[in-house]
């Protein structure tokens, strides 16, 4: 497992030259057949245009792209070349063009195709994948504020939280946060409570723009 930098959702761009219209669509996309189904969705919607260009990365290093027709190299290499300098993995960017009548040259359509891409990145909401530790944590009701602001300190994702004769807390920190909240929990409760380790996850923690 490792960070990695993703996004929450769709986003688009959308970029016009000597009347053909560039329409830059960024899809969430965490496997092959995944992004084998949003193409069709996406030449469906998009059926009478007449180029869908698509490049896609996946968080495996997996990489694909189309020209869908386009001159070799004017197309989908740069706009894969948008995401790969984005940062972005596990997602798909589509270019959808309508052809205005007018050429555009080689020159035209790499740029026509980057600068549609990089709209839809630069629309899209990026969202940090980090390494993260789960704990839970059993403690007191007179206890369970002080715990709350430790949690809230460190930028700890609570995940449920249980009431009965005592409070239970589910947790996760960023891997490198662990060994300082653990201190600190010592610290602010006289070594009398202990966070019991559950598992290793990888879980969304702050949007990076």
């Given at each position: 497992m490792g960070d990695y930098i993703t996004i929450s959702e769709i986003s688009t761009g959308e970029y016009s030259e000597k009347h053909s219209r560039f329409?830059?669509?960024?899809?969430?996309?965490?496997?092959?057949?995944?992004?084998?189904?949003?193409?069709?969705?996406?030449?469906?919607?998009?059926?009478?245009a007449r180029h869908n260009v698509y490049a896609y990365i996946l968080k495996d290093n997996t990489?694909?792209?189309?020209?869908?027709?386009?001159?070799?190299?004017?197309?989908?290499?740069p706009i894969l070349d948008v995401l790969s300098f984005s940062g972005i993995t596990d997602a798909l960017l589509v270019v959808t063009r309508y052809f205005g009548g007018i050429l555009l040259g080689t020159g035209g359509l790499v740029r026509a195709y980057s600068t549609s891409a990089k709209e839809a990145v630069n629309n899209?909401?990026?969202?940090?994948?980090?390494?993260?530790?789960?704990?839970?944590i059993?403690?007191?009701?007179?206890?369970?504020?002080?715990?709350?602001?430790?949690?809230?300190?460190?930028?700890?994702?609570?995940?449920?939280?249980?009431?009965?004769?005592?409070?239970?807390?589910?947790?996760?920190?960023?891997?490198?946060?662990?060994?300082?909240?653990?201190k600190k929990l010592c610290e602010i409760s006289s070594a009398k409570l202990k966070a019991e380790f559950v598992t290793k996850k990888i879980l969304p923690i702050f949007a990076k723009k």
């Open positions: 329409i830059a669509t960024l899809y969430p996309c965490k496997t092959e057949d995944e992004a084998a189904t949003i193409l069709k969705e996406h030449k469906s919607k998009y059926w009478d990489t694909r792209f189309s020209d869908d027709g386009e001159p070799h190299g004017t197309a989908a290499k899209a909401k990026p969202v940090t994948m980090m390494e993260c530790d789960s704990f839970c059993v403690m007191p009701y007179s206890e369970q504020g002080k715990i709350t602001n430790l949690l809230k300190e460190f930028d700890a994702l609570i995940e449920n939280t249980e009431f009965s004769q005592d409070v239970r807390i589910e947790f996760s920190l960023v891997c490198d946060k662990t060994q300082d909240f653990h």
